[in-house]
């Protein structure tokens, strides 16, 4: 077993709670995502045998070439997608996901309704959000935010459990994560993705629920294969 990433989820479990702690919150509230885009079927491994159960990826062709076979080995891993859906890619992330995060339009809402009623499975489900309003970037506008969810639960009975935003690199991720928890409390959302390597101590003060942390567990990311 590799020391380096040993030690690396270590010190980040530790940072965890020590920053929720600091934030007066309880650590076992704020769950970490291991996120293991391009990283290796045997360093997923090593952290699944460390104790990391939740996982995510960013996108669904990766996820469905490496994951079922860990599944299989391990059925109590929980598998999140934290990159932008494609509606054509639907039926398979509710096939390999215990949890979406990166519902973001209608198009998607509408997508997922009619998956949900052809299979068994329901993944569960978060609305991203554009907070710094990129163009580049998916997810929903913050003044939308109150509209969509609510389209999400009337029109497509999707149970919507939280918001997740990624903020821009140029700008305080503090202010963003603010924003997202105070739409989300706006809602009566309990769950709040937000934070990765660099931030996410920022994100438990705010309420983070769900930490994203590729890097500071797996090191600098491979580029990515086309």
């Not at 380096?4 to 920053?19: K, N, W, Y």
């Not at 509606?87 to 398979?92: E, T």
């Not at 990129?134 to 913050?142: D, H, M």
């Not at 969509?148 to 140029?170: H, K, T």
């Amino acid at each position: 077993m590799s020391e380096t990433v040993s030690a690396s989820l270590q010190g980040v479990e530790r940072d965890i709670a020590a920053a929720a702690r600091r934030a007066s919150r309880d650590p076992a509230t704020v769950k970490l995502i291991a996120v293991a885009k391009t990283v290796s079927e045997h360093a997923i491994e090593e952290t699944i045998l460390l104790g990391q159960r939740r996982f995510g990826e960013n996108r669904v062709q990766e996820a469905k070439a490496k994951w079922p076979a860990l599944k299989e080995r391990h059925p109590d891993l929980e598998l999140h997608l934290i990159g932008p859906l494609q509606s054509n890619k639907v039926r398979d992330a509710v096939q390999l996901f215990e949890v979406i995060h990166s519902v973001d339009r209608p198009k998607i809402a509408q997508a997922l309704a009619e998956e949900f009623g052809r299979a068994e499975k329901r993944p569960r489900l978060l609305v991203q959000v554009n907070t710094g309003e990129e163009l580049q970037k998916a997810g929903i506008l913050p003044s939308e935010t109150d509209d969509f969810v609510g389209l999400c639960r009337d029109d497509y009975c999707l149970a919507i459990e939280g918001l997740m935003c990624i903020p821009p690199l140029d700008e305080e991720a503090a202010l963003h994560f603010a924003l997202l928890a105070k739409i989300a409390a706006r809602l009566k959302l309990k769950e709040l993705s937000m934070g990765m390597s660099g931030d996410f101590e920022k994100a438990i003060v705010f309420g983070a629920t769900y930490v994203r942390i590729g890097t500071a567990i797996f090191g600098a990311r491979q580029p990515d294969k086309k």
